[in-house]
């Protein structure tokens, strides 16, 4: 079928449903006319009708009336044909006054006007619905739903959904008491234990309300899914507001809007003044942390940001993305290196005269560090002491170390490694301190930030669980009993934005991670939230089984954040800062040297019993 046959097609049904209206109008305007002249007593000639059905007819077309689409009337299409109206009035009594020809008295106008704007829109809205009621017909099952939410949002999502066929709402849910037993756009308000009594009814729960915060969405949702109901939502506020979303964009409820606490907004007086017309060196830039960091860095505008990796696609992909958001020009480097290059990085620092490092170049998968511990040992350990030193020599003015809650107690060769390399960080900043106790003028300050899981990023529970959920199961997990602290990407760079702000030299900056999450209520959630059932002995028609296979070698049934000392509270909330205990420099660094030696005669009982010598604490290791 050729464009110009489908444009003919469209021209022609067009013009068809223009004269059924004018036809519509017509017999309106025939009709208010009468009904008015008979109300106020007049008689009614046929040249006066005549006259009014023209110069409405004439105005309606000239002002536009036929081009607006009667199956999407609203309250500015009501109001425009009000205006109409009274201009058709107006001119009808000018034209009575200039030929002396009665047709209506001003009494007869107004009420005229009142007719037939009434008459008019009724015939709109009859005609909307109808055209709702029967166009479109959808393919699709209809499903029956209920809108959590009867607020501003559950109306404009109720709204849209009348557009579409495949819904049908038939209840709205709140929980304020001074809603229950009224309306919205005829549909009833209740109360959310009326889902019980008809869950039977209803195919799926649809959450509109945006703003809801996180503790009162998982108490929703735990609700919900207790009357085994399927439940999705409406993008979060500031999807709405940014314009990245509308309002039927709906969504499954994710396991990261139910997990950890509130986040807490940014200080703006620590979020920038680190990083604003600063020159920045991420490493590790293409990894889940630090691809976050250079998206909240970029956002403030530094005067150069350096991306360092070794991995070629993941510096590849960040750097494009960063392009693209980059609408103010900032000068972005991208460097593909080893972070164990001591003359790369030095050279790197001094050349392009970088003010603040941000280390996020680790191995931090357990389970593959456990079993390649040489080549954990040496990227942990050895990129760490090669940055510190081309950042003092380079004099950076600030280094911050991006650590883990497994290095306290580690019970893993990397958590293990990871302590090493915070008391490399240490064992710097002490170097820097001059005989009073202060650092030195122009020396770098070293600083390092410790927290636990980060959702969603590389080796996370979470994306590993929603594979094996979408590969229809089973679900592993190590202990029935092991728990983990959670925080999202954004949150955990911005609180590192936020750190290297109040640095002062040789801290650790410990994160709040909120409550702990016990991960086998982690993948039973999981589960749910994807609208299938946990298969057990009980259940055994479920859809998913977890499946229990022991702790791993290295891991434990919770983690820490502090090895020997108590947290001190900082300028920020969720920021703590501590000073912990750690060896001379002069003592690492021959270690780094024996383990060097062992790594390269590729004996790993010599290289772990080195690093045992320098982290005592560290357990299970072989």
Same mark, same amino acid.
């Given at each position: ?91 009808? @009594? ?26 008019? %829109? ?84 649809? @959450? ?85 960091? %250079? ?15 070794? %991995? ?132 770098? %300050? ?177």
């Amino acid at each position: 079928m050729s464009f110009n046959y489908l444009s003919r097609v469209i021209t022609l049904r067009s013009a068809y449903r223009r004269a059924i209206l004018i036809l519509l109008d017509t017999l309106i305007v025939i009709n208010a006319s009468k009904f008015t002249l008979w109300l106020s007593g007049s008689d009614s000639k046929n040249g006066e009708i005549v006259s009014i059905v023209c110069a409405v007819l004439l105005s309606y077309i000239i002002t536009g009336q036929y081009k607006s689409l009667t199956k999407y009337l609203s309250s500015k299409d009501i109001y425009l044909i009000g205006g109409r109206n009274l201009t058709v009035v107006f001119i009808l @009594l000018i034209y009575s006054s200039i030929n002396s020809k009665h047709i209506f008295s001003l009494k007869e106008s107004i009420l005229f006007w009142i007719i037939l704007t009434l008459i008019i %829109c009724f015939v709109r809205f009859i005609l909307r619905d109808l055209l709702l009621s029967i166009g479109g017909i959808s393919q699709k099952p209809i499903l029956k739903v209920a809108i959590y939410g009867s607020g501003e949002a559950g109306a404009q999502l109720a709204a849209s959904l009348k557009m579409d066929k495949n819904y049908i709402i038939k209840t709205f849910i709140d929980d304020s008491s001074a809603l229950w037993s009224r309306t919205l756009d005829g549909i009833p308000i209740n109360p959310p234990s009326k889902l019980i009594k008809v869950k039977d009814q209803i195919d799926q729960v649809l @959450l509109a309300i945006p703003s809801l915060d996180r503790k009162r969405r998982k108490e929703i949702v735990n609700f919900i899914q207790k009357q085994e109901l399927k439940i999705l939502q409406m993008p979060s506020l500031s999807d709405l507001t940014s314009g990245r979303a509308n309002v039927n964009a709906l969504r499954p409820i994710l396991i990261e809007d139910l997990l950890g606490r509130e986040s807490v907004p940014p200080l703006q007086t620590l979020l920038g003044p680190s990083i604003k017309n600063s020159i920045i060196c991420v490493t590790g830039a293409g990894g889940s942390i630090g691809s976050e960091l %250079c998206r909240q860095i970029i956002k403030l505008s530094p005067q150069k940001l350096i991306l360092f990796d070794w %991995c070629e696609s993941n510096l590849y992909t960040i750097l494009k993305e960063l392009k693209i958001l980059d609408l103010t020009n900032i000068e972005i480097v991208a460097v593909l290196g080893d972070s164990c290059d001591e003359i790369l990085l030095t050279n790197l620092f001094c050349k392009n005269q970088v003010e603040l490092v941000f280390h996020a170049a680790a191995y931090k998968h357990v389970p593959l560090v456990q079993a390649n511990p040489l080549q954990g040992l040496r990227n942990n350990i050895f990129s760490t002491f090669a940055i510190c030193n081309a950042a003092n020599r380079a004099m950076v003015k600030k280094l911050l170390l991006i650590s883990t809650d497994k290095a306290v107690r580690p019970s893993n060769v990397m958590g293990a490694s990871k302590r090493f390399a915070e008391m490399i960080v240490q064992g710097f900043a002490d170097l820097n301190r001059s005989k009073q106790g202060e650092p030195e003028e122009k020396s770098t %300050c070293f600083s390092m930030v410790r927290f636990g899981n980060v959702l969603n990023s590389s080796g996370s529970v979470v994306p590993l669980f929603k594979e094996q959920i979408t590969s229809g199961g089973p679900i592993t997990i190590t202990h029935q009993n092991i728990i983990r602290y959670f925080m999202t990407i954004p949150e955990a760079a911005q609180l590192l934005i936020q750190a290297s702000v109040i640095a002062e030299g040789g801290e650790v900056f410990l994160l709040d991670m909120g409550e702990p999450v016990k991960i086998m209520d982690l993948a039973k959630q999981m589960i749910h939230l994807t609208g299938l059932t946990e298969k057990t002995e009980e259940n055994p028609a479920g859809d998913i089984q977890i499946i229990v296979t022991g702790l791993r070698s290295g891991e434990k049934l919770y983690e820490e954040l502090l090895v020997d000392t108590e947290a001190e509270p900082t300028l920020h909330p969720l920021i703590f800062r501590a000073k912990e205990k750690f060896i001379a420099l002069d003592k690492l660094k021959e270690s780094i040297n024996i383990i060097e030696k062992h790594i390269k005669d590729n004996n790993t009982r010599k290289a772990l019993e080195e690093l045992a010598m320098i982290v005592p604490e560290w357990t299970n290791h072989s």
